[in-house]
């Protein structure tokens, strides 16, 4: 055999030498992509509301330790409820009773129609959604963010204590959809929720 097939061959396995280790690479790359090392991923998977919306917190609301979250969505929507700071969380047996009926209206009875949301009723942040009791006590909600009421969670009728076990989640107590000048100023007077977790000392 010549000296030039011999050369030839050589650098042929060389190519393929290479080749081959770049596709084991390559394979490699796409599996670290397709399935993270275990060690770093997170020992709690983010939930929806996490990943979805950003968390604020409405502190001292109207009264001391009245404590309110928004969630704000992507889309401008915000959802409503209790902090777990809230005062009617300390009470002796938690939350027992939800009344929509606060105002001059039954928040619970309001039907919203549409794309364009018709029959919203435009509430000031300070207008009360509803009235939770508690054993000794009872506390008024309030819209934390100047918008339009889309909706109130009325499974709280009938299971108030879904405020005592997932009020991050089923037991949210309303959604608003307030204009984005609104959400602005409402934006500023909120905090964020790494600055919750120092003022109020919770996980």
């Not at 490699?28 to 399935?35: A, G, H, P, S, Y």
């Not at 275990?38 to 509301?49: F, G, K, R, T």
């Not at 609301?61 to 915000?78: E, S, T, W």
């Not at 009723?121 to 508690?134: P, R």
Request: proline share 4%.
């Amino acid at each position: 055999m010549s000296t030039i097939n011999k050369d030839h061959i050589v650098d042929e396995s060389n190519r393929s030498e290479t080749k081959l280790v770049e596709e084991e690479e390559e394979e490699e790359d796409l599996q670290k992509l397709l399935v993270p090392d275990v060690q770093n991923l997170p020992l709690i998977p983010p939930s929806a509301v996490e990943t979805n919306f950003a968390t604020y917190f409405a502190l001292d609301f109207m009264k001391p330790a009245h404590d309110q979250y928004v969630y704000r969505h992507a889309n401008g929507l915000c959802v409503i409820g209790l902090a777990p700071s809230h005062v009617a969380f300390k009470d002796e047996g938690g939350i027992t009773a939800v009344d929509f009926n606060v105002g001059k209206s039954d928040r619970s009875g309001m039907k919203v129609t549409g794309k364009r949301k018709k029959n919203a009723q435009h509430f000031e942040s300070n207008t009360a959604l509803c009235k939770i009791s508690t054993k000794n006590d009872s506390y008024i909600v309030r819209c934390c963010v100047k918008g339009s009421l889309l909706e109130v969670n009325q499974q709280l009728i009938k299971q108030p204590e879904l405020l005592n076990v997932s009020a991050y989640r089923e037991g949210y107590i309303a959604i608003i959809m307030p204009k984005p000048a609104d959400w602005l100023k409402v934006k500023a007077s909120l905090v964020s929720l790494q600055e919750y977790k120092k003022l109020r000392e919770v996980n």
